[in-house]
């Protein structure tokens, strides 16, 4: 019977084959999942050594993190000979966004009203910039010059506008389907705008990969700290980066028997069976610059609803 840390071991093999290997992507998921958490501000020869059996050596991360910095995700300080590394405010807002997706208290899926962004009359530039941002908070390009996301919960979208200094710029309107003619037209939309049949692929591709290891947690199978840690990293890599292409569009929207609201159960699971074992870890390994990581704050407890 293969061990869940035969799983793991297959999962970080898996991950060291990909093409092109996105380290910064890894880095950022590392950052926003713990070390957000723990203080905000780490050593990077401990990032290096923790990140190896990822497949990272140090000059990529190095590369990886010096271009976060040029990108403005991340910042350094330097204390002696070690350099240490935080979030800048933009980083830390970007993941905060996200986050609140991640690790919402339960599966969502939107109903009623859509927001709807009017970018028309931007410069191609402030245009491509917004599209890029709406991008991370689940907006498509559901018809020229306007993105879409159901849900009337404007919190993202009026930090996100207020960081780029557009509030009086675009034209942002709730509105739904009038009858059923365009309920049909919307729905047609939303296929091609956020290719749901591949969604639904990758999402279920996710759910066969990390399944068989929530089987084995459940048995009492376990896992030693480090395992655990690259377990919840990869785990909390894969699912963002589902996420960015999840609209959490309405139930009458979706697929029959939508395969994301599964995973999202698989991830809050397995995620609670590991974190106290990651976080043994993560203590142990981490370093900033008084030693040890402080402890994880409230924010990260209240994850899934509660973890603990």
């Excluded at 061990?3 to 898996?14: E, I, N, W």
């Excluded at 402030?126 to 908070?137: D, F, M, N, S």
């Excluded at 999402?203 to 066969?208: E, L, V």
Aim: proline share 4%.
């Amino acid at each position: 019977m293969t061990t869940a840390a035969t799983h793991v071991q297959k999962l970080l093999d898996a991950f060291r084959q990909r093409r092109p290997m996105r380290a910064g992507s890894l880095i950022v998921t590392l950052f926003g999942d713990t070390i957000s958490q723990h203080g905000n501000r780490v050593w990077l020869g401990s990032v290096i050594n923790a990140l190896e059996p990822f497949g990272l050596n140090q000059r990529l991360v190095r590369t990886a993190v010096y271009r976060l910095m040029q990108d403005d995700w991340l910042c350094s300080t330097q204390v002696g000979r070690k350099s240490f590394y935080s979030f800048t405010e933009t980083g830390l807002r970007h993941y905060q966004k996200a986050a609140r997706r991640i690790y919402a208290p339960e599966y969502s899926s939107q109903d009623g009203d859509w927001l709807f962004v009017h970018q028309n009359n931007l410069p191609e530039k402030q245009r491509e910039l917004l599209r890029k941002e709406l991008h991370w908070l689940g907006f498509g390009n559901l018809f020229p010059g306007v993105m879409a996301k159901p849900g009337a919960d404007r919190l993202s979208l009026d930090e996100t506008l207020k960081e780029l200094g557009l509030q009086q710029q675009v034209v942002v309107m709730r509105s739904q389907p009038d009858d059923q003619a365009s309920a049909q037209q919307l729905k047609s939309r939303v296929y091609a705008c956020w290719n749901l049949e591949q969604l639904e692929q990758q999402y279920r591709a996710m759910y066969d990969v990390f399944s068989p290891l929530l089987e084995r947690l459940n048995s009492g199978d376990s896992l030693v700290p480090e395992a655990a840690f690259q377990l919840r990293t990869l785990l909390i890599h894969d699912y963002r980066r589902l996420l960015l292409k999840d609209a959490e569009l309405p139930e009458s929207l979706l697929p029959e028997h939508w395969v994301g609201r599964q995973v999202y159960s698989l991830v809050a699971d397995i995620y609670r069976h590991i974190q106290q074992g990651s976080e043994s870890y993560v203590m142990e390994a981490l370093e900033t610059t008084d030693g040890p990581l402080p402890t994880a704050s409230s924010d990260y407890f209240a994850r899934f609803g509660q973890l603990a």
